[in-house]
């Protein structure tokens, strides 16, 4: 049979034997009727806590976090329905931070993608620098000791908001919510003690547990620290569309998303198969090597020990170029090698986290990766095998895994997360 991956803007088409093969999707939500009026009725009747239009004040400075590139958000719709709250509230009285985290910062043309002409012109867009210590404050320690550095424009703001769109996060949980303010608008030291070597290979540091998750509870921590005076989260569908709004007192509206994204996301298998195909979702996520990490967790979670993973990432932003992670790649020979300098007493690197994640994928199974924007040899220095043709490349695999072999295809790939019933 015939299937599309989410690859890219166009997706790729790829054909299976049907009587072998099991496909996993998400149980997506119709898109909401009218958006703007469901984002206006979540700012109004919101979920613990005064309605936004109540929190406003002339005079206030407010800061809001938006997502980066790298995320799907419907940024525009979000943004216009909260400016619409914020009666009284001067535009030179707003900041709009993108909460990079550690990511490169947004290019012009990428924001006017993002936000629009008119909202570039008439309020100020912030890319955030983790690394810039300049524009970040100091604000103590977690109770488990990582230190909080936060975006000074954030922490001194008179009224926070965070918006962000929630889904499962291959150690953290979900996306969205407190994810928004760290590690989101976080200093470096800040995001490389949540993401060291103990949290992320905590067993519970994975797909939708957020509590008992030392990452997640260390970032809702921090998000206590500041104070977040209102939160706006959406889900998704696999066009892109709202099918759902979540507004209000940050844990109670990003509780609220995360049980609906769990709903459509996390779907249970009866076992494990010997071949997993997984896509990264598509554009944005699948714009670099660093993001598609996340496609081959989602099939790391249901494939054999010593099966095989093929994923298709289109990377049109390369491994990327910024960032330590191509970097780390090329110190060691093997995962294996990767794994152990990652776990060193003291070791501490930018990007190691996704090193460590996709090193400890490797562990488990053969990762191949058809990647239309990547050379082979890049691919090979990655530690990863190339493809071009993942049609042939599952063929093969099932061949030599023998007659009784199973394929499992998550074309969506991380926005369904399956695991064994």
């Not at 709009?96 to 993002?114: D, F, K, P, Y």
């Not at 081959?296 to 910024?322: F, N, R, T, Y």
């Not at 152990?340 to 400890?360: F, L, N």
Request: hydrophobic share 45%; with cysteine.
């Amino acid at each position: 049979m015939q299937l599309r991956l989410a690859y890219g803007r166009d997706g790729l088409l790829i054909d299976v034997p049907a009587e072998r093969t099991t496909v996993i999707e998400p149980r997506y939500s119709p898109a909401l009727p009218e958006p703007p009026a469901a984002l206006r009725a979540a700012l109004r009747s919101p979920l613990g806590a005064a309605p936004l239009r109540r929190l406003a004040r002339p005079g206030q400075r407010v800061a809001i976090s938006v997502c980066d590139v790298t995320r799907p958000a419907p940024r525009r719709a979000v943004l216009a329905a909260i400016f619409e709250e914020l009666e009284g509230v001067r535009p030179q009285d707003i900041v709009i931070l993108i909460a990079t985290g550690t990511h490169r910062a947004n290019t012009r043309s990428e924001l006017e993608e993002m936000l629009g002409p008119d909202i570039l012109a008439r309020y100020r867009v912030v890319n955030h620098d983790a690394r810039e210590r300049g524009s970040l404050v100091n604000l103590g320690l977690t109770g488990t000791g990582v230190p909080v550095l936060l975006n000074r424009e954030w922490a001194e703001a008179d009224l926070r908001l965070t918006t962000g769109v929630v889904e499962p996060h291959f150690f953290a949980g979900f996306s969205g919510g407190p994810k928004m303010v760290a590690p989101g608008l976080a200093g470096l030291d800040t995001v490389l003690a949540l993401h060291d070597a103990a949290h992320i290979g905590h067993p519970r540091a994975t797909w939708g547990i957020t509590e008992g998750n030392p990452v997640h509870d260390d970032v809702r921590e921090i998000a206590r620290t500041t104070g977040v005076h209102f939160s706006l989260d959406v889900t998704l569908n696999d066009r892109q569309e709202i099918t759902g709004v979540f507004a209000g007192e940050l844990f109670a509206a990003h509780a609220a998303a995360c049980a609906d994204a769990r709903a459509a996301a996390m779907q249970p298998v009866s076992g494990p198969f010997e071949v997993v195909i997984t896509s990264n979702s598509g554009y944005p996520l699948d714009q670099n090597l660093y993001q598609a990490v996340k496609g081959m967790s989602a099939a790391a979670q249901v494939v054999k020990p010593g099966g095989v993973i093929i994923c298709a990432a289109e990377c049109q932003d390369g491994l990327p170029a910024h960032g330590s992670y191509a970097h780390i790649l090329a110190r060691q020979p093997s995962p294996q090698a990767l794994l152990a300098m990652i776990s060193t007493a003291g070791y501490s690197e930018p990007d190691q986290w996704q090193v460590q994640v996709q090193a400890g994928i490797q562990m488990k199974a053969r990762v191949l990766l058809k990647a239309g924007r990547l050379s082979a040899a890049q691919l090979r220095a990655a530690h990863l095998e190339p493809v071009d043709d993942v049609s042939e490349a599952a063929r093969q695999a099932l061949a030599a895994a023998g007659p009784g072999a199973r394929l499992c295809v998550l074309p969506d790939g991380p926005k369904t997360i399956p695991y064994l019933a």
